[in-house]
């Protein structure tokens, strides 16, 4: 089980809502996925289309925990009013502190990262911050009071999986809150392998959305996911420079 | 009366008085929206009581696909 704060989640598999090329090939992705917390952007309406459908609108909210992040906000300030208005919605307690400090990268601001995600606690929120993969920052974060640390694996969107494993590993291990690895995941792979380094979770988009079949690969992440995790808990064998035999070396029928 | 609504101007009809009148006119009243005005968020209970004048600024913002 997932515990973020108070809550527990059955699936490890975090799921963004954003490029999907259809409403229905989204709900269906969301649907095999079986992720149980979906992230959503928080933007102004286009009043003058008012009626256009809103995918929020067409899913069953009682069964999702939903996860808005402060993407388009670049100081704290901006993002703790992201996440006000949020959860002024009165349907979410949880915030993605999600502030970029580049717009090339889309690397996030650290400064910012850790002011907002003081203000958001010190107002009640489940704050889950978007980070860079910076082992003392996710240890500064987790003194203020953090329920999740979420360090990318590579750049927004970038699919490249994860670049630097050994950062990531540092992170999970000297953690006791989750870690759930954001950002970059590009493959089944990729998850599997976040999930292999003891992660407690993997939130990822475009993996899913701007895949060829994006149904097919909402499943295909949700079987790394488990099997990564399954993995982790088993314990690997050790790596070695030869080979060792599987077949006892006793009582060969040749010689 | 004429507000400014998502940046944008826009004249209102004259039985347009509060933030409930102005979901209504939209037509948004069923919706999923939170609706701040001039940089304050209104509270979802009070639109009634929530009366909007002449060069307020109104936002009316949505959660949308994201990750």
């Known amino acids: ?43 102004r309406m286009n009043i003058f289309e008012a009626t256009q459908p809103n995918f929020l609108e067409l899913l069953d909210v009682s069964q999702y925990k939903l996860l808005p992040n402060t993407a388009g906000a670049k100081t704290a300030e901006e993002a703790v009013r992201i996440a006000r208005l949020a959860k002024a919605s009165g349907l979410c307690d949880m915030v993605k502190v999600e502030i970029i400090g580049c717009d090339k990268t889309l690397l996030p601001d650290p400064v910012e990262t850790l002011k907002a995600s003081e203000m958001l606690l010190a107002e009640g929120f489940i704050v889950l911050p978007y980070t860079s993969d910076d082992v003392v920052l996710a240890k500064r974060l987790e003194e203020l009071g953090v ?26 291990e000297q953690s006791s809150i989750p870690v759930i690895v954001d950002a970059g995941i590009g493959s089944p792979k990729d998850a599997a ?20 079949d994006p149904v097919k690969m909402a499943l295909a992440m949700k079987k790394a996911v488990e099997a990564g995790r399954l993995g982790f808990e088993a314990g690997r064998i050790s790596e070695k420079e030869y080979a060792v035999a599987s077949s006892p070396e006793e009582g060969m029928v040749t010689s | 009366m004429t507000i400014q609504l998502n940046g944008q101007p826009v004249e209102l009809p004259e039985d347009v008085k509060n933030i409930d009148d102005l979901l209504r006119h939209y037509q948004l009243e069923n919706r999923i929206v939170i609706v701040e005005l001039n940089h304050e968020i209104a509270d979802k209970s009070k639109y009634t009581q929530l009366p909007i004048a002449d060069g307020d600024k109104v936002e009316m913002i949505h959660f949308v696909g994201g990750g």
């Open chain 1, 1 to 43: 089980m997932l515990k973020i704060g108070d809550q527990r989640f059955k699936s490890r598999l975090l799921l963004g809502t954003g490029k999907y090329p259809s409403f229905e090939v989204q709900k269906e992705a969301v649907r095999v996925s079986e992720a149980e917390i979906l992230t959503f952007a928080v933007r």
């Open chain 1, 147 to 172: 329920h999740a640390i979420m360090p990318g694996a590579s750049p927004i969107g970038s699919g490249k999986g994860i670049v630097n494993p050994l950062n990531l590993k540092f992170i999970i």
């Open chain 1, 193 to 212: 392998f976040a999930m292999e380094l003891g992660a407690d979770g993997v939130l990822l988009n475009t993996a899913v959305s701007g895949a060829k």
